[in-house]
């Protein structure tokens, strides 16, 4: 069974940084695309970064050249490494895999329980 577990959510002032990390077991992260999603209140849920098995890797132009999204294969490991942080960044910070024949975001695929992200002086 493929569990996702996030961690590193905290309350943070704006400028400030954090890293989440996600922690996959049933399965060989390395081996699937992999994705950070966010969800604020009010909103719906959105596409954050994704890392692909190639090494190509995705940022939502609102995130781009301040987030970062990593891998350590060998911790089975997906990091989402945050600079610069906004109040608009404020949201719970899902990790995403996909379950076939479900992609990336697919409300059927591999979902964390979410880590909560706020970002406020």
């Known amino acids: 069974q493929v569990q996702l577990v996030e961690s590193g959510g905290a309350l943070v002032q704006p400028g400030g940084s954090l890293r989440l990390s996600c922690v996959v077991s049933g399965t060989t992260s390395s081996l699937y695309p992999m994705g950070w999603y966010r969800q604020a209140p009010g909103k719906q849920r959105e596409l954050v970064a994704s890392s692909y098995s190639s090494g190509w890797k995705h940022y939502e132009d609102l995130v781009k050249g301040r987030f970062t999204i990593s891998r350590d294969n060998a911790k089975n490991t997906v990091y989402l490494q945050m600079n610069s942080l906004e109040p608009d960044d404020t949201a719970v910070y899902y990790c995403?895999?996909?379950?076939?024949?479900?992609?990336?975001?697919?409300?059927?695929?591999?979902w964390g329980q979410g880590t909560q992200v706020t970002v406020s002086s």
């Open positions: 995403n895999a996909p379950k076939s024949p479900y992609g990336l975001g697919h409300q059927y695929s591999y």
